[in-house]
């Protein structure tokens, strides 16, 4: 991220909030959407709402899973919405409990170094269908999910929770509150030591590309 701080610094007052509706959660992701409608006019930020059907979704583009479905055509939307209004960055709110989980989701399925080294803080490859010019920040990836709980909390922020977070309904959702918090039992310090392990994946990728021979 550090790197492209000047990237951040020019396009940090073009700003365009997104609102994306997955049609999964009923009347409470439309009252989601109301509070952030809400607050882009309390802080005069425009703003572009979306609605899709993920499960009709999934199923034209025979997914597997719902929650892959989900976050391709998020990472769509978003898209779409970047290239109308001629922007070069979309910006994520991914923490460093979000890494944790993924990582780990990875490392359940046998993933190689790419999986073990997790979101990258800056990338313009997100899927397969992600146009070229564009790219995706991450700037919350080093900061942990509480820390952004205790920001609300001592500037006396509002904010809303994903009540189906909660539900195991899902693998992230079961990684989340199942896995981690026994893994935690045996190292308090989970979180730091799986990103750092992404960290370390990510720097083993770069010098084996900078050592490769070029084909």
Known sequence: ???????????????????????????????????????????????????????EYRTKRLISSIE???????????????????YPLIAAGHTANDQTETILM??????????????KEYTNQITKEFPEGLALLRPLLRIRHQETLDYCAQNLLSYRT?????????TRNKIRNT???????????LHNAVNQLGAIAAESIQYLDAVAPVS
Do not use: W
């Open 1 to 55: 991220y550090g790197d492209h701080r000047d990237l951040h610094k020019e396009y940090r007052r073009q700003r365009q909030m997104c609102i994306r509706d997955s049609m999964l959660r009923g009347t409470e992701a439309e009252q989601d959407s109301q509070f952030v409608i809400q607050l882009c006019r309390t802080l005069r930020i425009p703003y572009t709402i979306g609605k899709i059907d993920v499960e």
């Open 68 to 86: 892959e479905a989900a976050r391709e055509s998020r990472y769509q939307f978003l898209a779409e919405v970047a290239r109308k209004l001629n």
């Open 106 to 119: 990875h490392i359940l399925r046998g993933s190689g170094l790419t999986g073990l080294s997790g979101m």
């Open 162 to 170: 994903d009540s189906t977070n909660k539900s195991n309904d899902y």
């Open 179 to 189: 896995l981690i918090p026994t893994l935690s039992s045996f190292n308090p310090q």
